[in-house]
């Protein structure tokens, strides 16, 4: 009986192999080109959630807040020391100005609101989250989210070790990889380079704004109101009353404070980064954050 | 290349020869279309599901922390895609107003001959007693590999296998009573 069962059992298990030489040409002919390293790859979808994830329920927050990041990269990388000290802005020598910027550091807030009824004065409610971003040149980035007050998540990018990461002070968790050239550059996508930002600005038909003060700074601003001149993804096809605007000083001839707002449906959303310093002395220790020894890693 | 360990062929796929994830799919696609099988009752679901597994590992090759454990992990690819796929049926079969409860069982029945009813047997036994039949049966009847497979000891092994087995060997004793 059991060296029945052995043979029908080897029999039946024939069906398994049937047609694999074919299935196997198939599956071969049809995989991609080379198999992903997800170790890498993974990491970067998850720093990448950086200007797109982080840890909110709201969709519309999550919508503000990564516009709020985007453009502080964007911006991040661009200008220092024009030497124009006058009574405006010369459009023309910001965008010159960018290329001499190595550090900067700013803050990034989004707020969200019910669109306004009429007779109805309601203030923009803060969303409750802030970034304290810091760019080098030579060092890398991070950034450090701050979710009602509390430090909530740390996410770096360090350029001389090509490696990125995540830290989650709550959880005592973190996430650390080594980056490929490839993925570093994924990281700074051509949409996301200040220069081409700024050129996108300046080059868009924009409105002029006026001066105002901000923070004791005079200011001049322009506004851009067509959807993705700046951006090429700017979020859902649902946005509308789409409205971005530069503010740069007169004084230094550098951007003091970029803010974009828009309505989806029933929601008014924005983001704005300010509190800029360019060209602060950042060394390796302001960029790389310290991981205490009691962290485990997250995988 | 095909003595290669699973760690090496990994490896190597991973540093973009495709040649040996045809050699992982020769060792493994067998057992990978025996448990999608479990699920399917149909060959034909059973080697497209099998397919789709083999496509996602690839993509995700890289996250498998221990090459040498390519088999386990394959395998644990294609019960997720299994589960995946039996909510698809029920989903499907809700949309046409239809429900079983078990959207597996049943299904591309065509499993009249002898070895379509002893797999139809082997589908009714617990998931590990399945996966010790395939994996021996599967793995050119060794008990190393179908034991490594499972993440067991030899005899361990042998005990599930054994068990399996009589069961089977119950069942088909008890089929053949009922003829009579």
Known sequence: MSAHLDESLDRAYERFRQ?????????????????????????????????????????????????????????????????????????????KNMDAVNTFTCRMA???????????????????????????????????????????????????????????????????????????????????????????FLSASFTPLGQKTIDGTMAEGVEINELGVIRK????????????????SIDTQLPVQIEEEYTVGSVHSGAGVDEFQWNPPLSATDIEPVIPPDYTPRT | MARLSEEELV?????????????????FAPIVRAVCHDWTRNLADAQDLA??????????LGELRKPESFGPWIIGIARRRCLEWRRQKIRQQRRRGVLQADPGVGEGVSEHSENGQLLTLIATLGEDERLA????????????QARRIMGLSRSGFYKLLDRARTKLRRQL????????
Do not use: C
């Open chain 1, 19 to 95: 047609d694999h030489k074919a299935l196997r040409e198939a599956l071969v002919a049809s995989l991609p080109a080379s198999a992903t390293n997800e170790k890498r790859i993974g990491a970067v979808h998850r720093l990448r959630r950086i200007t797109g994830g982080l840890t909110m329920n709201s969709k519309m927050t999550k919508i503000a807040v990564a516009a709020a990041i985007l453009i502080a990269v964007l911006i991040g990388f661009h200008y220092l020391g024009g030497s124009s000290v006058g009574t405006t802005v010369a459009w023309g020598q910001v965008a």
């Open chain 1, 110 to 200: 989004s707020w969200q609101r019910p669109i306004q009824t009429p007779g109805g004065a309601e203030p923009p409610q803060e969303a409750g989250v802030t970034m304290q971003f810091s760019y080098s040149d030579e060092y890398g980035f991070k950034m450090e989210q701050y979710t009602d007050g509390t430090l909530t998540l740390i996410e770096f990018m360090l350029r001389k070790t090509n490696e990125g990461g995540r830290i989650w002070p709550q959880e005592k968790k973190y996430f650390r990889t080594t980056l490929s050239e490839q993925e570093r550059a994924m990281m700074s996508p051509q949409d996301m380079d200040p220069r081409e930002w700024v050129r996108r």
């Open chain 1, 233 to 248: 993804s700017p979020g859902p096809s649902t946005i509308e009353n789409y409205a971005a605007r530069l503010w740069v």
């Open chain 2, 11 to 27: 490896r190597a796929v991973l540093a973009g020869d495709k040649a040996a994830y045809g050699i992982l799919y020769d060792r």
């Open chain 2, 51 to 60: 397919q789709d597994v083999f496509l996602r590992a690839y993509q995700r």
């Open chain 2, 133 to 144: 039949l395939h994996a021996f049966y599967l793995q050119d009847k060794s008990a190393e």
């Open chain 2, 173 to 180: 004793e008890q089929d053949q009573e009922n003829i009579r």
